[in-house]
């Protein structure tokens, strides 16, 4: 047999496996019941290092190695850098360190908790401390096996080919700009009237009737995925099975809804991957960054967008209302949807940002990660580096470290490297919008009818469909004809958020 | 490390894999989308072959002998020898002959299907003996590797230890009383009012309210397990994740409810396993007769008794008829109940026969297979041979194939010795039934009450914390003070079904 076959089959294998792990995930968010989580995690525990087993199996570099020589179309080759990428990250780290990181994240989580409750950085100092250090450790020995800088080896693992020096391009022609026009976007708000007030509840079968009537709009396939309720909403599976989940609130339907949209991008981004490559690694979703592109794509470019509000305006009078006329003096009316769903505001909490200055909470942790990392800001520290960046970048400062560096579970098990991943997606997605928009200019007329079958179509061609076979930002370069730009980012924030278009 | 201690590592991480695959079962039957039936089957077969490697691996029967000469305690011991008899039940058949079987079953099945639908058995005729002859092999290869005559090697698969010879002297037992009994039944019947109509429908969602509340004075934990509706009810999963489903009618709560009873006696068993061994060998369920018997002594041997009916007369009532009255004339008196729960009749599907009659098809389909495989039987002479049995066995006989020999699935995906497992649960409910309330003789009184908890520690003792420490017949003698005892069901039939105990 011919390595490269043994290698797919061996992949096969990897894949339908790692998909199971996925569907425990969901059972875990939605349906576990609440005494058998220990039984659950035992479970998932010996299916993880299962795949580990797998992943690092000894005969696979040698397998690498002749697939190499072997006739290989341009997707199989694809393939094969894929196997090659994952094998080498899974040997990178040996398993003692492995099993360290994963104790000593569990701890720090837990420590985490109690610390964010009672404001209290310096009880978690120890066990972050601890935490940075194994990161340290596992960087350097992902950099030494990829021939990679150690932040570099960590990003590769969210967002393949990536380096930090083009993240720093990037995030500092991103703050060379940003703060100063969150600035001008509050400026102009104050002289605006705010939104007005619903003036009515709004009952959770409703809103889960709305959302599924939007997920339809959007082109979710209800006979190949769900959705279910759970704390955080997420999406997981993929192929045929991709469920998604949301949280609905009763005094709001906005936060629930736009969860639903940004998830509903990611669904439709695992439903619209090559079939042909379904469990292989070259039919998987390209990294984290082109991921969050298209959730934020549906969910910012799409969802926020006058013609989406137009079409979703009646949809909420009917649903919530008894059906109230549109008038201009309506909470229901596309003006008023535009002030609630355009409102920025200089926040302390990441995860309650709007688009507009997300991006510099994501900056700040870029650089103070780096800088934690590579030793320049001693942990001790953090806490004050975090309320200066914060005075920077968004303007406000936080008046604890609850609200300040306390606020994300990110670092606490050892994730370092992901949080550029969120705003690289938001910048990729006003990219590929005006790409869609290029080549088909009737986009907001079909939206306004609710029809996003054009743009679902422009997606599933130039980015669904590729799944790893290109680097994300080549494959960015193929589907706009440029790198990341952070110039079409920016006119976006300004066309919107300065101009009202 | 001592060969004991790596056996158990082992089979520990095949019992939190065999968990995994329960839980993709239950997925499957519950909320899987349509349309990723193909995808979680791969997912299935993947993690299903990686379980048969594992319960192959080429190390254990040398680990299985060192572990004999080890110190190990009575558990430890036999833990090894289920192992054991795992390890040689999966080696025992060639991978070839595996997957031949499988492919044939699953064609098989889907012949059947066809073949039942037109009533149609020449149709079905090739496919099922092809199945026939490859369960043969399978037998024959099973049975040279354990010692053991070739059906008895398949019922072993069921409930380990058990021999036809035993089931021979069994079934004859009862073959020899159960015609006459059935025939005094329907006599006796005829002669007393049939049962009132209900004259209320029973929406859904109420009878779901009801078997919450039935499930929990069973002692049902729902910290524990779950309740969803599936096509066929079944009970899934173990230790602290039991989960069981229920199919409802609006034209009756009986069948939906006896099935919540059925599905909660298994339930109880899982939930009662010893948890110092869970996911071990040893921890887990004894066998399918024992299983049965918890199944069918909560369904059966509680959940149709007086005491039981008098407690759940009011809650119908309450329930589906805004609290009506109890007076004799009412469908909700207790007598009305007693004659919906205890109608005998002369049926001709299996799945659909009451507590008298169904034993008699069993003994059928037992003695059918045995000439089958034994070549006794010819499969061309199924049919006519079907007829005759259950003229003589059951007092009726089919009018079609349809309603007689292709209407179980057991059969056609290579099912065989599994059917007896139903009627020796059955006798052994009476059996355990009996010791309990022999122990306790209040039982009734609590039963009545709504407390089923003297009943349920009693099998929590006796029973559910044996695990698979005993083979069935001797935990049976273990509890009770004997082996399989045929004249204690007849009596609990003659009580229930003569004097209307």
């Known amino acids: 047999m011919k390595a490269y076959s043994a ?28 005494g058998a989580a220990a039984d659950s995690g035992e479970q998932l525990a010996a299916l993880r290092t299962l795949l580990h087993e797998l992943e690092t199996a000894p005969q696979l570099p040698e397998w690498l190695d002749r697939a190499d020589d072997e006739a290989l179309d341009e997707w199989q080759r694809a393939n094969v850098q894929e196997m090659r990428r994952r094998v080498w990250h899974q040997r990178a780290v040996p398993a003692p360190l492995v099993a360290a990181l994963a104790r000593a994240g569990t701890e720090c989580v837990m420590a985490w908790r109690e610390a964010r409750a009672r404001d209290d950085f310096a009880a978690l100092l ?11 450790e596992r960087a350097a020995a992902k950099a030494e096996v990829l021939c990679l800088a150690p932040y570099d080896a960590l990003l590769d693992e969210y967002e393949p080919g990536l380096h930090a ?23 102009r708000q104050q002289a605006r009237p705010g939104p007005l007030p619903w003036g009515v509840g709004f009952p959770l079968a409703t809103q889960r009737v709305l959302a599924q009537r939007v997920m339809a709009v959007l082109g979710f396939d209800f006979q190949r995925g769900r959705l279910d309720p759970s704390t955080h909403p997420f999406c997981s599976g993929g192929g045929d099975d991709v469920r998604i989940t949301a949280r609905w609130r009763e005094d709001s339907f906005v936060e629930g809804l736009q969860a639903v949209a940004h998830e509903t991008g990611h669904a439709l981004y695992e439903q619209g991957l090559p079939a042909a490559w379904r469990f292989q690694p070259v039919g998987q979703a390209r990294g984290m960054a082109l991921h969050e592109s298209q959730s934020l794509l549906i969910e910012m470019q799409a969802c926020r967008s006058r013609p989406f509000l137009s079409w979703l305006a009646p949809q909420l009078a ?8 549109l008038t201009a003096s309506s909470p229901w009316s596309v003006d008023n949807l535009e002030r609630v769903y355009r409102r920025v505001a200089r926040s302390l909490i990441r995860v309650d940002a709007d688009e507009v200055t997300y991006p510099a909470h994501v900056i700040l942790r870029y650089r103070l990660e780096r800088a934690l990392l590579g030793g320049g800001l001693p942990l001790r520290e953090l806490p004050g580096a975090w ?6 970048l968004v303007g406000v400062a936080p008046p604890d470290d609850r609200q300040g560096c306390l606020q994300d579970i990110h670092w606490m098990d050892g994730t370092f490297g992901y949080f550029p991943t969120y705003t690289l997606g938001a910048i990729s997605a006003a990219q590929l919008h005006e790409a869609a928009l290029g ?13 996003f079958q054009p743009l679902v179509r422009w997606l599933r061609t130039h980015v669904h469909a590729q ?19 952070v110039g079409c980012f920016r006119a976006h924030l300004e066309r919107r958020y300065l101009r009202g278009d």
Chains 1, 2 share one sequence.
């Open 7 to 34: 290698l797919e089959a061996h992949f096969g294998r990897i894949g339908r496996l790692a998909a199971i792990e996925g569907l425990l995930h969901w059972d875990t968010e939605t349906v576990l019941p609440a």
């Open 467 to 485: 799944g790893s076979r290109l680097s994300g930002e080549a494959l960015l370069h193929a589907a706009t004809g440029r790198g990341l730009d």
């Open 439 to 451: 080549a088909h200019p009737e986009l907001p007329q079909a939206i306004a009818a609710g029809d």
């Open 387 to 392: 309320r200066e960046g914060m005075l920077e």
């Open 165 to 187: 020096v083009r993240v720093d391009e990037v995030f500092d022609a991103l703050a060379s700009f940003l703060p100063g026009l969150i600035g001008d976007v509050i400026e």
């Open 318 to 325: 009917e649903l919530f209302d008894a059906g109230a006329a």
């Open 126 to 136: 120890p066990r972050l401390e601890g935490v940075v250090a194994l990161v340290r």
